[in-house]
């Protein structure tokens, strides 16, 4: 059973801060991984995008991988009410590359 | 770039109806398109993977002959709730592959809005 796993939260920080959002995965052999954005009633956004191992910088978000560690996270600089979103996580697994969700992590940044 | 729509975004019908729902790539080609659903509070739940000019492939507990899937073209997808019932109320949501990296990102699945079904 191929999982990826999230602390479900809600992981509070304040406006102005880092949020450091955190998925671990089974499956060795994953090659992709992806951050999706949901907002309560919307359809999830994608984020971020990574392959190999290392960082990703797009503007105010961080993507990190480390695939020895079967770990990768996502930092938010400057957090932003407009951040207030659950985040997930999914990493490419099964065939026609599916995607493996994570439960998401709720994240309240408050002013 | 990468945009997929859905239509209808809402759609209430009554117990025993059949619904249709479509998904487009407005400006990339999907071999491959993908179904969920998602039921308040919870997360995605994937139902089927539909494939350009084949049969859809669905996941273990999900009823084939109550979700019909048609992936007719390379940009749109179709999925049918047959004799729909209130417990198929629930918001469903399709994606779709951008295998060749249009978008600038290989081999990324993206969203449509969405479609919330309420079966009365």
């Known amino acids: 059973q191929k999982e990826v796993e999230q602390n479900s939260g809600p992981l509070s920080v304040p406006e102005g801060a880092i949020a450091s959002l955190n998925c671990t995965y089974s499956d060795r052999v994953s090659q992709s991984f992806f951050w999706y954005r949901q907002y309560s009633g919307k359809s999830p956004e994608l984020i971020m995008s990574i392959y190999s191992n290392g960082d990703k910088e797009d503007g105010r978000f961080t993507a990190q991988l480390n695939k020895a560690s079967q770990y990768v996270s996502l930092l938010i600089r400057d957090s932003q009410p407009s951040d207030s979103a659950t985040y997930l996580c999914a990493v490419s697994g099964g065939g026609y590359n599916k995607l493996i969700f994570g439960a998401g992590t709720r994240l309240a940044v408050h002013p | 770039g990468a945009v997929v729509s859905q239509h209808p975004s809402r759609v209430i019908c009554k117990s025993g109806t059949s619904v249709k729902i479509e998904c487009r790539s407005l400006?990339?080609?999907?071999?491959?398109m993908f179904w969920y659903r998602q039921f308040p509070k919870q997360s995605l739940m994937l139902m089927a993977t539909s494939n350009e000019g084949s049969k859809a492939t669905y996941e273990q507990g999900v009823e084939k002959d109550k979700f019909l899937i048609n992936h007719a073209s390379l940009t749109l997808s179709t999925l049918t709730v047959t004799s729909a019932h209130p417990e198929d109320s629930s918001f469903y949501i399709c994606s779709a592959r951008d295998q060749a990296g249009t978008s600038g990102s290989t081999d990324t699945q993206y969203f449509g809005p969405g479609t919330r079904l309420t079966v009365l």
């Open positions: 400006d990339f080609q999907a071999t491959t």
